[in-house]
Each structure stands twice: as C-alpha cells, then as structure tokens.
C-alpha cells in the first residue's frame, strides 16, 4: 500500500528557478494495484516516484508504505518494502560480475549483514528454477557475465531479482524505453507476470500508451504536477486505446 497526504514537491523554493513539481497530492494505492502514470514530460511522474522510493522528500504532506509512516525514512530505510527498475538496462545491475553473483548480491540487498541467503547450492536451485519460467534458456548460464545479456534480456533479469527479496512494492520508471519493441514487450509480459506471481503493488511511468492501456489495472494522469485522471479497473474496461491517445491532444 502507498499512501500520499497532501504531499508537494517544490524545487529551489523561493528563487526565480522556483518549480511545483508535484501539487497537494493526495492518493492511495491499494496493495496489489497496478498502476500506471502516464503524462507530458516534465509533468511530474519521476518526481511522484522518487518520492515514494525516497530518493526525494516531500517539501509537504506525509507518505506511508504498508501503512508505515516513512516520510523521514531515507531510500536504504524503504528498500526492504521497494523494489525499483530503472530505463536504463545497466543501471540496475553489474555487467562484469556473473548472473548467479548478481542475483546474490541482490539478494543481500536487502538482509542485516549478519544474515545469509542459504547455501550456495540451495541458492544456485533457486534462481535457477525462478529463470527457467522465464523461459529465456538462461537458467543453465548462470556463470555468464551479465554484461554479455541484450538489453531486454537484463532488464528481465533486474526484474527477477527485484522481486526475489521480500519487497512489495514495485516502481518501474520507464523500463522499456532503451529497448527495441520486441524487447520491450518481452519486459513488459515477464513484469506483468512477476507482479501477478508476487501479488505486488506496483506503478509503472510510461510513455507508452499502448502499454498503459494494455497493462495494470488503474491509470493515473499526471498533468502540471497535479494527477489529473484517475481510472478505475471498471472505466479502464471501457475506454478504447484512442481514448488515451485524446487526453493528450
Ligand atoms: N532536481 C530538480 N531540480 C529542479 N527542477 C526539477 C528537478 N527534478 C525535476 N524538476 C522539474 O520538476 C518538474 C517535474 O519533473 P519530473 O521529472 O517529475 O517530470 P516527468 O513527468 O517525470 O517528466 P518526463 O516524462 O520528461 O520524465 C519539471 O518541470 C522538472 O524540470
């Protein structure tokens, strides 16, 4: 669950640059919610992310995840209920290190230190069943290099990762938009089926209408820093792909 109390964001407050990124917002997101922002650039979808995630606070306004009040928590303090993924298919992972490393490292990403992830053994079977429904024939090269992956086949694996550790919130901020649309679709049915297998809450920033229109399960608009349209599951069911196109016309 994430929960927004008249929460507003405002860059160099007071000088001439002044900005309102984000306005008195107000929003819940209910657990297992899919939901997906879309907007004009600069209209304040990112800033709406990070402010969940952390990695900006609120200039306004109160932020609870779980029911948990977190608006003071710093990102690291929110990590054990987010699990983000990012547009560009490095960010999220290393490229020299092997797959199995990665997935280990993402693993204790979010464990005390004193913590351990089991045995190797235990934990090579584990990712190596959770890659084999992926069904992209990596589960037996776990010693490959991640930097030798494609784009969309990282992206898929960040995705894997994201959602193996104890997270129930998943922010995606434009994960397609470095990929070619065949990749593209491939991330988008391996989140969709992710969020579903996790029963996560997830929102995913979008340019592409297609893909708000075809995922999820709630839309929001974001316009001028202030959430415009907020779809239900019942109205989205009614509207038709040009609908979208329309709101931004
Ligand atoms: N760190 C910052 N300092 C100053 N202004 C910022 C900063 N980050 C964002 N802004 C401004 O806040 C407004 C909202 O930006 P934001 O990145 O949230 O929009 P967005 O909807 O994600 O855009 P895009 O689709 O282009 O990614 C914009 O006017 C932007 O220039």
Same mark, same amino acid.
């Given at each position: 669950m994430i929960k927004l109390n $008249?929460?507003?964001?405002?860059?160099?407050?007071?000088?001439?640059?002044?900005?309102? &990124?984000?306005? &008195?917002?107000?929003?819940?997101?209910?657990?297992k919610e899919f939901v997906v922002v879309v907007g004009s650039n600069g209209s304040g979808k990112s800033t709406f992310l990070n402010l969940v995630a952390g990695s900006l606070?609120?200039?306004?306004?109160?932020?609870?995840?779980?029911d948990k009040p977190v608006t003071k928590l710093a990102e690291y303090e929110r990590s054990k209920w987010i699990a983000r993924v990012f547009q560009n298919p490095l960010s999220g992972t290393a490229s020299d290190l092997s797959i199995l490393t990665n997935f280990r490292l993402a693993a204790?990403?979010? $464990?005390p230190k004193n913590?351990?992830?089991?045995?190797?053994?235990?934990?090579?079977?584990?990712?190596?069943?959770? +890659?084999?429904?992926?069904?992209?024939?990596?589960?037996n090269k776990l010693d490959q290099p991640m930097g030798s992956l494609s784009g969309g086949q990282r992206q898929a694996l960040t995705l894997l990762m994201s959602v193996?550790?104890? &997270?129930?919130? +998943?922010?995606?901020?434009?994960?397609?938009?470095?990929l070619d649309p065949r990749s593209a679709n491939f991330v988008m049915q391996t989140a969709d089926?992710?969020?579903?297998?996790?029963? +996560?809450?997830?929102?995913?920033?979008?340019?592409?209408? $297609?893909? &708000?229109?075809g995922y999820g399960n709630r839309i929001l608009q974001f316009s001028d820093g202030k959430i415009v349209r907020d779809?239900?599951?019942e109205e989205k069911a009614k509207l038709e792909l040009n609908d979208l196109f329309s709101w931004f016309e």
């Open positions: $008249k929460v507003s964001k405002v860059f160099n407050k007071g000088k001439g640059n002044e900005v309102i &990124a984000l306005r &008195a917002t107000d929003i819940t997101i209910h657990q606070f609120p200039t306004e306004g109160e932020i609870a995840l779980q204790l990403r979010t $464990k913590l351990t992830i089991g045995t190797d053994k235990a934990f090579k079977e584990l990712v190596q069943q959770k +890659l084999s429904t992926l069904k992209m024939g990596l589960e193996m550790d104890d &997270a129930k919130i +998943l922010l995606l901020d434009e994960p397609t938009a470095a089926k992710l969020i579903k297998e996790f029963e +996560l809450t997830a929102v995913l920033v979008t340019h592409n209408l $297609k893909d &708000a229109y779809i239900s599951e």
